[in-house]
Nanobody
Framework: QLQLVESGGGLVQPGGSLRLSCQPS????????MAWFRQAPGKEREPVSC????????KYEDSVKGRFTISRDNAKNMVYLQMDNLKPEDTAKYYC??????????????WGQGTRVAVSS
């Protein structure tokens, strides 16, 4: 069964940091652009960041620019989202996704099950 597994979520105070990890089961990430999405309570799922298959290009949603960093290690078959200076509005369930390509990061081929991030004092 092909799936993605996220980890690293949790409860953190405003200004704190978390690193989310994503690992596939049953396939290699190296041929996919990879993305992180999030869904806050009562809201639609939205893209957060995307990274090309080589790791050479990345893009971010405006509200997380300068605070979040997406990276990947194709040798370890892992993708990461480093989240710094977290704000209460970052509270959401975060999903890892394998996508059709960097120019079409919202065309998702595989979804993870999500990991919850809560930012609160």
């Amino acid at each position: 069964q092909l799936q993605l597994v996220e980890s690293g979520g949790g409860l953190v105070q405003p200004g704190g940091s978390l690193r989310l990890s994503c690992q596939p089961s049953g396939f290699s990430l190296k041929d996919y652009a990879m993305a992180w999405f999030r869904q806050a309570p009562g809201k639609e799922r939205e893209p957060v960041s995307c990274i090309s298959s080589s790791g050479g290009s990345a893009k971010y949603e405006d509200s997380v620019k300068g605070r979040f960093t997406i990276s990947r290690d194709n040798a370890k078959n892992m993708v990461y989202l480093q989240m710094d200076n977290l704000k209460p509005e970052d509270t959401a369930k975060y999903y890892c996704a394998a996508t059709a390509g960097f120019r079409t990061c919202e065309a998702v081929s595989y979804w993870g099950q999500g990991t919850r991030v809560a930012v609160s004092s």
